[in-house]
């Protein structure tokens, strides 16, 4: 089952809830079909595709209006921010430097840690739009509807509702893959769709040298020396993810193990969990995700004096990190292209003498790249606050 929620937020009813229950069903596939290229013959401004599920579908040659849910949104915001559907009027805002930005602080239209991924850059969550959300997408009248895969979801369901979308709206669905390892071909495939080759190589080439780079070192790392650790999630720490899901395939590719031994819950996930649980995985490093960007207290500052957590090693030795949360969450929620960087700022954490990385000098990188933004040190200071070993 989709959570409707859970993608577009809020309630519909009538015939605009089969619509959204269509448009949230297609979002997320599993692995395992090849890689296509865009391909075709143009005829009459449009051109016949292969998308990265093995879709044919007839996109106009030229691409002006593009919409999004908010994993897309953050894929495709580091190529054409200019093309991507405002909804509200108020996330939608291409990534960059904005007015009235304080140093520290993301630009307009980021998506922020809250809830199951913030408030997306495009809007597709935040708030209850009802009716109106689903209206304003059509009259927007985008020229394709960008759908991606997940990790942990079904193809056939995917394909047949990305499909039926398709038919009911008459707006080109094509589906793109977000899967953390394959986002690099990914941009190669959105090079060829949107003709912008040259933007999408140098993010597709960042990728591909992420991955080789943290692969190679952690390859390295024997079984016996992996860091365990607890992703922790909610404003207590007591909610999580297991391994193999959307949510934690950062701590899956660096090699960690997930200490974390309780069922998924698919879409949403947080499943939650008791102190006691905790404290029986009693993990070496705990790395939190709270959810809210205005937190006064880090993890670490609310469970040091804390008796139940006080005995955990994680917690003893002080190594718990607050997860970077601007522009986008590095880890998870949304997972997304946020995570690359997330690759290496988990392995430098985890692994500082085997993975070697200036934190200060990638992000600016990253962030330059991926959200059109350039940083001041004051501005990465902030980024990575309660972030690092001290």
Request: aromatic residues 6%; proline residues 8%.
């Amino acid at each position: 089952m989709f959570d409707l929620d859970t993608i577009l937020g809020g309630y519909v009813v009538g015939k605009w809830l089969t619509i959204a229950l269509c448009l949230t069903s297609f979002i997320m596939v599993v692995p395992g079909c090849s890689y296509k290229q865009p391909q075709g013959n143009n005829q009459q401004g449009k051109v016949e595709i292969t998308d990265m599920v093995g879709r044919k579908v007839v996109v106009p040659r030229e691409i002006k209006k593009i919409y999004a849910p908010i994993y897309g949104t953050v894929i495709l915001n580091a190529v054409v921010p200019e093309k991507m559907i405002k909804m509200d009027n108020k996330p939608g805002t291409p990534p960059g430097p904005q007015p009235g930005n304080q140093p520290g602080n993301p630009p307009a239209g980021a998506a922020q840690s809250g809830g199951q991924s913030g408030t997306p850059p495009q809007g597709d969550q935040g708030g209850k739009p009802g009716n109106d959300r689903y209206k304003k997408i059509l009259e927007a009248g985008p020229d394709i509807i960008v759908a991606n895969t997940q990790i942990d979801m079904d193809i056939a369901a995917t394909v047949a509702d990305a499909d039926k979308l398709q038919n009911q709206l008459g707006i080109p669905v094509v589906v793109i893959d977000n899967r953390l390892a394959e986002l690099a071909k990914t941009y190669d495939f959105l090079g060829e769709l949107l003709r912008e080759k040259e933007k999408t190589k140098v993010l597709a080439d960042y990728c591909r040298k992420t991955f080789a780079e943290v692969k190679a070192a952690v390859d390295k790392i024997p079984a016996e020396k992996r860091a365990r650790v607890y992703y922790a999630e909610g404003p207590k720490g007591l909610a999580t993810d297991p391994a193999v899901t959307r949510h934690t395939e950062v701590l899956d590719f660096v090699g960690a193990v997930n200490v974390a031994q309780v069922p998924s819950r698919t879409g949403p996930g947080q499943t939650p969990v008791t102190i006691e649980q905790v404290q029986g995985w009693n993990p070496d490093v705990i790395i939190a995700n709270r959810l809210k960007a205005d937190d006064s207290k880090t993890l670490l500052e609310t469970v040091i004096d804390d008796p139940e957590w006080q005995n955990i090693i994680a917690v003893k030795d002080r190594r718990v990190y607050d997860i970077p949360k601007q522009v986008n969450n590095w880890f998870d929620r949304p997972p997304s292209a946020n995570r690359v960087i997330g690759v290496k700022w988990l392995a430098h954490l985890l692994y500082p003498d085997v993975v070697k990385y200036d934190m200060k000098k990638e992000t600016k990188q990253f962030y330059k790249l991926f959200y059109h933004q350039e940083l001041t040190d004051q501005e990465v200071e902030m980024i990575l606050n309660d972030s690092e070993q001290k």
